[in-house]
């Protein structure tokens, strides 16, 4: 669970310069203060009313220094001189402590965390993404980094100088009246106390708002990634009225509680301000009246008291905005302090210490069993030896535990007990990373990259050289359709490989497989939902690459398995059938029925 506290840290590597900056702005802030404490002993001198001890020991000195005389003029222009220095001396510096060290900070952290955030998308588990789009993901981090990199500046530039000049004021008006200064402190903790704890609850609501929005900008990106669906199905309106009623929901939560709420809060804040400057207004005057204080001591503590409340308004403000932003920057914590997934690869670039695998492609099941939950195995006792070279197809109904397998054999997951060898090694030992360099999967849906279709060829291997690639388009039967695209090799194939056929996309992704010069080829249903044209060309690229290195083929088509060296048959997460095609056919069991079920055109249950 994140808290305020991680928000704190979030600038950990930078709190040397952070703490300058509000220490050196607040320095700025306090000298602010000597300007209405000048003209406050100018008007002394103008009424011939004496100036305080430390003024007067300044004109003493530079009398001395000068040979001027220590009289009420040469007061007036040492006071001139001093607010010179204080006001148009420091111009040029001010600028570069402030606006460029907290700018320059915040971007720093927001490159940084930028940084981590891509780290914890690419290690934490697959599950997570079974439960949560790219958009809301997306939308999480991107709001969280930006409140934090908008807020620090607010903060460090503003808020806290501001408070150390609130202070300083205090200091002031204590030594000119302690008990006017008493009245201050105490009304103004008074006022940010009941502004605190205001804005605690509207943060609160925040919160939820901060999800509200999250589930429309999840829905948002669902619908432009699902768009051809829903105009096949005709359902835009019903989209547009889901994602009315999320938008109504969130307006209701903004301006009926969130800004409502911060408006009654300003209202009442506003009232207390002014009373209080009335009541600070009196006092002086009665103090001034009595005599007890001078006139300038009067004009100095009647405009820096007002200076003090007039910094409550600003302060309410940024601690408001803060207030908005906070509950997504907690929310960013709370996902970057998600656990890192088993399956976290390396994010160390390969370097000459790297670890490199080589293997024959000997891959054992050893008694392997797994299940999402336990009172629901997936997979049951699977034992199975496939030898280097050896092709290797699992059939079987949906739900049998194929897929599941392949996952098992990514180190996606863990099995729940038995082991997966691979030349007689326990792939858990293996350091995860350089064991996923020697195998490579073609899915039934190739991801493809926005960029040529030479960068998603060396995806896997972007040391390989044209030839290389050349070479692995022929074997993968994509050679020929490269060469007629507008480009060749450098065509942009859009997002998401928009501009080329699902056949296109599945011989890319097996050249991209090639390419990596892998130990264990895993084909995932690649052919299911092709054209017979398509599927004929895939299958040649398969035949291909037979016996040039370990196959796993994941088929509902039987068509694509024939050739296999044998046919592992799944049902119900266990081994049923093991044997060749023609072995299978004679066997006369699952494999027999689920053929002549294709073979009559029937769909595969």
């Known amino acids: 669970m994140a808290k305020f506290t991680d928000i704190l840290r979030y600038y950990r590597n930078y709190k040397g310069i952070t703490t300058f900056t509000v220490l050196a702005m607040g320095v700025f802030e306090m000298i602010d203060l000597f300007n209405p404490y000048a003209i406050g002993q100018i008007l002394n001198v103008l009424s011939q009313q004496p100036v305080d001890a430390p003024v007067q020991a300044v ?16 007061a007036l222009w040492v006071l001139v001189v001093l607010i010179f220095c204080v006001s148009v001396g420091r111009a040029p510096i001010q600028p570069w402590i402030g606006p460029w060290f907290n700018w320059d900070t915040a971007f720093r952290a927001r490159r940084d965390h930028a940084r981590q955030a891509i780290a914890k998308i690419l290690t934490l588990p697959l599950d997570f993404y079974d439960e949560n789009n790219p958009g809301r993901i997306a939308a999480r981090v991107a709001r969280g980094i930006s409140n934090h990199t908008w807020t620090y500046p607010e903060v460090t530039g503003q808020l806290l100088p501001k408070t150390i000049r609130v202070f300083g004021i205090f200091a002031v008006i204590f030594l000119i009246e302690w008990r006017i200064a008493l009245l201050l402190l105490l009304s103004f903790l008074a006022i940010m106390i009941y502004s605190l704890t205001g804005l605690k609850k509207l943060s609160d609501q925040e919160e939820k708002l901060d999800k509200y929005m999250e589930d429309t900008e999840s829905r948002t990106s669902e619908i432009i990634t699902n768009i051809k669906t829903v105009k096949a199905f005709a359902t835009e309106a019903k989209e547009l009225e889901r994602q009315r009623q999320r938008l109504e929901r969130e307006f209701k939560v903004l301006d009926y509680r969130i800004h409502l709420g911060y408006v009654k809060l300003g209202m009442i804040e506003r009232t207390i301000v002014q009373s209080c400057v009335f009541l600070v207004l009196f006092c ?29 308004e600003p302060i309410s403000q940024l601690a408001e905005v803060f207030a908005r932003r906070y509950a997504s920057m907690i ?28 293997f024959t492609g000997k891959v054992e099941l050893s008694h392997l069993s797994f299940s999402y939950e336990p009172e629901r195995p997936v997979l049951q006792d699977i034992n199975l030896l496939i030898q280097p070279y050896q ?9 049998s535990g194929k897929s599941t397998l ?10 729940t007990s038995g082991a997966i060898l691979i030349d007689g090694q326990d792939i858990r030992r293996l350091d995860v990373t350089a064991y996923r360099k020697r195998l490579a999967i073609v899915h039934q849906e190739v991801d493809i990259f ?40 450098a065509t942009i194939v859009g997002e998401r490989g928009v501009r080329l056929s699902g056949g296109q996309r599945q011989r890319v992704g097996i050249a991209r497989a090639l390419i990596m010069n892998l130990d264990v080829l895993i084909f995932d249903e690649a052919t299911s939902s092709l054209d017979y044209e398509s599927e004929r060309s895939i299958q040649l690229a398969m035949r291909s690459i037979l016996g040039t290195r370990t196959l796993i083929i994941i088929a509902h088509r039987l068509s694509t ?43 595969l249950a």
């Open 406 to 415: 392949v996952k098992l054999l990514f180190r996606y997951f863990e099995p």
């Open 59 to 74: 004109t003493d000195t530079v009398s001395r220094l000068t040979g001027l005389t220590a009289n009420h003029n040469l």
């Open 331 to 358: 929310r960013f914590h709370e996902f970057m302090q998600m656990p890192n997934g088993s399956d976290a690869g390396s994010l160390v670039l390969d370097s000459e210490s790297a670890i490199h695998y080589q």
């Open 561 to 603: 398995v024939r050739e296999a060296d044998q046919i592992v048959v799944l049902e119900k997460g266990r081994i049923v059938e093991v044997g060749s095609h023609e072995q299978l056919l004679e066997h006369g069991g699952i494999y027999h029925r689920l053929h002549a079920l294709q073979e009559t055109g029937e769909l």
């Open 284 to 312: 002086t005057l009665w103090a001034a009246l009595q005599g007890t204080i001078s006139i300038g001591h009067f004009v100095t503590v009647l405009t820096v008291s007002s200076m003090a409340y007039a910094e409550i």
């Open 391 to 399: 092709t290797v197809a699992l059939v079987g109904r949906s739900g």
């Open 450 to 489: 926005n960029g040529t279709l030479l960068d998603n060829l060396t995806y896997g291997n972007p040391q390989a050289t044209l030839a290389d690639v050349v070479e692995a388009c022929r074997i993968a039967q994509a050679d020929d359709f490269i060469r007629q695209m507008p480009n060749g090799y």
